[in-house]
T-cell receptor
Framework: AQSVSQHNHHVILSEAASLELGCNYS??????LFWYVQYPGQHLQLLLK??????LVKGIKGFEAEFIKSKFSFNLRKPSVQWSDTAEYFC????????????FGKGTHLIIQP | GAVVSQHPSRVICKSGTSVKIECRSL??????MFWYRQFPKQSLMLMAT?????????EQGVEKDKFLINHASLTLSTLTVTSAHPEDSSFYIC??????????FGQGTRLTVV
């Protein structure tokens, strides 16, 4: 079975700072990788995903993530954060080739201070 | 707008009673629905997968007689927590895949058993 580890449970940054949230997964086969965001009181929303191809994936709201297969990592980055990025961020994985349920990390609570 | 509508958003019930949570797909047919549970400061954990017209598939450690899942139509899946105990208090979220690359989530149900 696959598992997902998010290294940072709480992150506090100032506006305009750069962001990198770590995510590592364990699974020997082909995987699909996701980052979801949950703003207070709202649904989980997809930020970006990786299925195949270019390992550098660009998502919505200026986020990007890089899949490094040798490191089993899929870190999320944003060069300059905004106060509105305050939210919970979840890394998730499922097995490649199918619409399986997702395995989530524990989430990272990001707080951006104005 | 919301693709999956989940109700109720919050529910408080007494120990020993049953609670039903509904998830409706709003503008498409959801043949598959995933049900997740999230304890405080923990990951979302996949509980079960339901497919319209067939029995749900439960993850290891999830009691199928306690968490009854019904997916009788292509737009409605329900999760019933039977004989609820305080340790069932959690955040329950449904999700349905759309195509091979996307999953849409309900807004979640906060269950408190007193």
């Amino acid at each position: 079975a696959q598992s997902v580890s998010q290294h940072n449970h709480h992150v506090i940054l100032s506006e305009a700072a750069s962001l990198e949230l770590g995510c590592n997964y364990s699974y020997g086969g082909t995987v699909n990788l996701f980052w979801y965001v949950q703003y207070p009181g709202q649904h989980l929303q997809l930020l970006l995903k990786y299925f195949s191809g270019d390992p550098l994936v660009k998502g919505i709201k200026g986020f990007e993530a890089e899949f490094i297969k040798s490191k089993f990592s899929f870190n999320l980055r944003k060069p300059s954060v905004q106060w509105s990025d305050t939210a919970e961020y979840f890394c998730a994985v499922n097995r490649g080739g199918g619409a399986d349920g997702l395995t989530f990390g524990k989430g990272t609570h990001l707080i951006i201070q104005p | 707008g919301a693709v999956v509508s989940q109700h109720p958003s919050r529910v408080i019930c007494k120990s020993g009673t049953s609670v039903k949570i509904e998830c409706r797909s709003l503008d498409f047919q959801a043949t598959t629905m995933f049900w997740y549970r999230q304890f405080p400061k923990q990951s979302l954990m996949l509980m079960a997968t339901s497919n319209e017209g067939s029995k749900a598939t439960y993850e290891q450690g999830v009691e199928k007689d306690k968490f009854l899942i019904n997916h009788a139509s292509l737009t409605l899946s329900t999760l019933t927590v039977t004989s609820a105990h305080p340790e069932d208090s959690s955040f329950y979220i449904c999700s349905t895949p759309r195509g091979d690359t996307e999953a849409f989530f309900g807004q979640g149900t906060r269950l408190t058993v007193v």
